[in-house]
Antibody, heavy 119, light 109 residues
Framework: QVQLVQSGSELKKPGASVEVSCKASGYTFTSYAIDWVRQAPGQGLEWMGWINTNTGNPTYAQGFTGRFVFSLDTSVSTAYLQISSLKAEDTAVYYC????????????WGQGTLVTVSS | SYVLTQPPSVSVAPGQTARITCGGNNIGSKSVYWYQQKPGQAPVLVVYEDSDRPSGIPERFSGSNSGNTATLTISRVEAGDEADYYCQVWDSSSEHPWVFGGGTKLTVL
């Protein structure tokens, strides 16, 4: 069965960096893009962008350029989200999700990773 | 950028029908997706391409899309349907093409 398993919660200080991992199983990793979605506490869903798992080419949504980096290690079917120069407003749950085949949606989601930025 | 408008909350008694709307300019020309998110859990895709259901989603969940409004309909509502629901579209003309609505809290009375 398709599964996306994310790394655990992180507590970071402002200015630090964090890496969230997303390990996929149950399907051919390079056949589906990986989406990244942010959810701030008590707020709605916000699309951050995606990464083409075949080419490694990332696409970033407006507002997620510069400090946010999507990457892959296809040898272990894992996608990564790196956030640098963390700010308090980066505190959120970050989700990875498998991009739908033939559609602009996410059909399987990771469990989410809470990143807390606090001094 | 493209904006999707959802009511903040909808309430319905068990066994009744819940309708959650998603408004957008000429949304009927786009494919609409719906997600269910229960507290502390990841979202789950419940409707794709306006009205199709992924495998495992009950037939009680259905969708429609026309004009400026898309609607998620949940028939014979159960207590377990209580959740936040988000609509989503892809707007290829926008700098921010993947758009979510603000979400609707469904309360089962």
């Amino acid at each position: 069965q398709v599964q996306l398993v994310q790394s655990g919660s992180e507590l970071k200080k402002p200015g630090a960096s964090v890496e969230v991992s997303c390990k996929a199983s149950g399907y051919t990793f390079t056949s589906y893009a990986i989406d990244w979605v942010r959810q701030a506490p008590g707020q709605g869903l916000e699309w951050m962008g995606w990464i083409n798992t075949n080419t490694g080419n990332p696409t970033y949504a407006q507002g997620f350029t510069g400090r946010f980096v999507f990457s892959l290690d296809t040898s272990v079917s894992t996608a990564y989200l790196q956030i640098s120069s963390l700010k308090a407003e980066d505190t959120a749950v970050y989700y990875c999700a498998r991009h739908c085949s033939g559609g602009s949606c996410s059909d399987y989601w990771g469990q989410g990773t809470l990143v807390t930025v606090s001094s | 950028s493209y904006v999707l408008t959802q009511p903040p909350s909808v309430s319905v008694a068990p066994g009744q029908t819940a309708r959650i709307t998603c408004g957008g300019n000429n949304i009927g020309s786009k494919s609409v997706y719906w997600y269910q998110q229960k507290p502390g859990q990841a979202p789950v895709l419940v409707v794709y391409e306006d009205s199709d259901r992924p495998s495992g989603i009950p037939e009680r969940f259905s969708g429609s899309n026309s004009g400026n409004t898309a609607t998620l309909t949940i028939s014979r509502v159960e207590a377990g349907d209580e959740a936040d629901y988000y609509c989503q579209v892809w707007d290829s003309s926008s700098e921010h093409p993947w758009v979510f609505g603000g979400g609707t809290k469904l309360t089962v009375l």
